[in-house]
């Protein structure tokens, strides 16, 4: 458990917040990974992505390759949302927001440092992920230069953020929302 029902609001918002970012250093942190949803407006998909950083204004990010199904949705529909569950402490995170795609320089350029030798594969394959093959091989190919082309950050803007703290009988949710660059909590029925 996190946080009780004797936490005041603001609280309970300091110690997720410092939930979440200590998933950046905590070794097999349960938050490191979180699945992000989106949508072109008719579908929906889901899927596991690596929390790769989280600034002071709650902005999460994460890396991809410009030719997955979700870049081609958020480019169609921003919206996005993330969730997180820690299964010691019981904690559900979810996130709503938007998506900014960085393709090109600036914030691009800045992670794609952080992305160290092999690790670039993931974002340098030659066929574009989702592609359909006859072979495993063809999922195996890149060119030698290992460059960002298709490196992506996606970073999310988050509107609100609730959190479910399951205890026994007696669970606490909250929505704390962005209003006016404060983030200002709702308790809820859970
Ligand atoms: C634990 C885990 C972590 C993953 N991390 C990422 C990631 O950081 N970025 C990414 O693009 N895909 C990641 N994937 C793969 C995605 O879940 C997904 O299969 C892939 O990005 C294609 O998704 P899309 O076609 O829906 O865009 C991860 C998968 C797992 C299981």
Not at 76 to 99: A, T
Request: aromatic fraction near 12%; proline fraction near 3%.
């Amino acid at each position: 458990m996190l946080v009780n029902q004797k936490y005041t609001n603001d609280q309970i918002w300091k110690a997720v917040t410092h939930e979440l970012k200590s998933a950046l250093h905590v070794k097999n942190h349960p938050f490191r990974f979180m699945v992000m949803g989106s949508t072109d407006g008719i579908e929906v998909s889901q899927r596991y992505v690596v929390m790769r950083d989280i600034d002071d204004d709650f902005n999460v990010y994460a890396f991809t390759d410009d030719r997955t199904l979700k870049v081609e949705q958020f480019k169609k529909n921003p919206n996005c949302s993330l969730l997180f569950y820690h299964g010691e402490k019981r904690l559900q995170i979810r996130i709503n927001g938007v998506v900014e795609l960085h393709q090109y320089a600036g914030l691009k350029d800045y992670y794609w440092k952080s992305v160290k030798g092999e690790a670039k594969k993931a974002y340098t394959s030659s066929n574009a992920p989702g592609e359909p093959i006859k072979e495993w091989e063809e999922a195996y190919q890149w060119d030698g230069s290992l460059k960002s082309k298709h490196f992506t950050v996606m970073k999310v803007i988050p509107a609100q953020i609730e959190v479910l703290q399951l205890h026994k009988l007696e669970h606490l949710r909250i929505r704390f929302t962005k209003l006016n660059y404060e983030w200002v909590g709702q308790k809820l029925i859970p």
